[in-house]
Every structure is written in structure tokens, then in C-alpha cells.
């Protein structure tokens, strides 16, 4: 059964099909899969484009190229497929990430971490990939 009664995927599937595209991909890219970098340069490319000498004076960017390589174009595919996925599967809907906190509650507006409770309010990111 790979679709749920909601018209989406079963999480167990998928997560164990994209655990085989990801030994894949490594296996024939001979790269290790990650999206932490590309956040930081797109953050860098845009800033580049209103503060070029404050860009150049930081260290990590001079080490880092500000590129848009495999990885940049991988991230852009994640939020292409996700929203491809959520297409097909009619469950796509917009929504204010305001919307969603306020229905969790007061302190799921607080910075992440800021509260003795937040770990139980506020998701990490690899649970929120994971359903």
C-alpha cells in the first residue's frame, strides 16, 4: 500500500525509497548528499547583490564560493518535488507558517530552543522530513 487513505504516501515507503535514492546517488556521484552549504551561498548571492564588499570581507564565503553547483540545483528539485508531490496527491493547500504556529500554541512562536518545552513544540528539521 504506497498511498495512505489521504491520497499521500506511506511515510514507511518513502522514507525507504529515498534512503535508496540517497545510497544511489552517493554511490554514483561519489558525493555525500547535503543542503546546509547551499543555504549559506544563496544567503551569500543574495546579499552580494546589495553588499558586495561586506560579502568579501567575510571569511567563510572566500572559502566557500558563492556557486550555484549540484547542490543548489539539488535543493531547488527537493521544493519542485514536493510540490509536485503535493499536486498529485491533491493535498496542496497554502497556508501561513503563522497560521500553522498559532494552532500549536503561544510558545511555537518562540525562537526554536528559547523555552524548556520548544523541543516538544517546535519540530527539527529531519523530523519534519520524516513526517
Not at 512562536?109 to 529531519?126: C, F, I, N, Y
Amino acid at each position: 500500500m504506497i498511498k495512505t487513505g489521504d491520497g499521500g504516501w506511506n511515510p514507511y515507503i518513502a522514507g525507504a525509497l529515498t534512503g535508496l535514492l540517497l545510497i544511489l546517488a552517493v554511490w554514483v556521484s561519489d558525493k555525500y548528499v547535503g543542503a546546509s552549504t547551499t543555504f549559506v551561498r544563496v544567503a551569500g548571492i543574495i546579499e552580494s547583490g546589495f553588499l558586495p564588499e561586506h560579502v568579501a570581507d567575510i571569511e567563510y564565503f572566500n572559502k566557500e564560493k558563492l556557486i550555484i553547483d549540484w547542490q543548489t540545483l539539488f535543493v531547488a528539485g527537493i521544493l519542485i518535488g514536493a510540490f509536485m508531490s503535493a499536486a498529485t496527491s491533491k493535498s496542496f493547500k497554502l497556508q501561513g507558517v503563522l497560521e500553522t504556529a498559532y494552532r500549536r500554541g503561544p510558545l511555537s512562536l518562540l525562537p526554536e530552543g528559547s523555552s524548556p518545552s520548544s523541543a516538544r513544540v517546535l519540530p527539527t528539521a529531519d523530523q519534519a522530513v520524516t513526517g
